[in-house]
């Protein structure tokens, strides 16, 4: 129901923009958000969207670098990922909490997409 495209492997400083499409009303009256795995650590927060579409917010090791966004199209969010770092490689998600206005707790979050590989070399 939500699908995450756009990872791949790229140099420091590099971009990235990674895609999400979801089916039907997933996004609507919904937080939408970015998380990430490392291998051998916990799924972290990255960036989300309010249920509103109102306000942005991002985990303190992107904020700046990173930058989440809603597509023209209903169902779509991107997010665009700059100056990347080796420490940012990781296995990136997108998902979807119905009913939620915004949360870093992936356990608040039901739908969740399969993940695009990052990865970025020293």
């Known amino acids: 129901q939500l699908q995450a495209s756009g990872g791949g492997l790229v140099q420091a400083g590099g971009f990235l923009r990674l895609s999400c499409a979801a089916s039907g009303r997933i996004f609507s009256s919904s937080a939408v958000g970015w998380f990430r795995q490392a291998p051998g650590k916990e799924r972290e927060f990255v960036a989300g969207?309010?249920?509103?579409?109102?306000?942005?917010y991002y985990a303190d090791s992107v904020e700046g670098r990173f930058t989440v966004s809603r597509g023209d199209a209903k169902g779509t969010m991107y997010l665009n990922l700059n100056s990347l770092k080796p420490e940012d490689t990781a296995v990136y998600y997108c998902a979807a909490a119905r009913g939620v206005s915004r949360s870093m707790v992936p356990g608040r979050y039901g739908y969740w997409g399969q993940g695009t590989l990052v990865t970025v070399s020293s």
């Open positions: 969207l309010s249920g509103s579409g109102g306000s942005r």
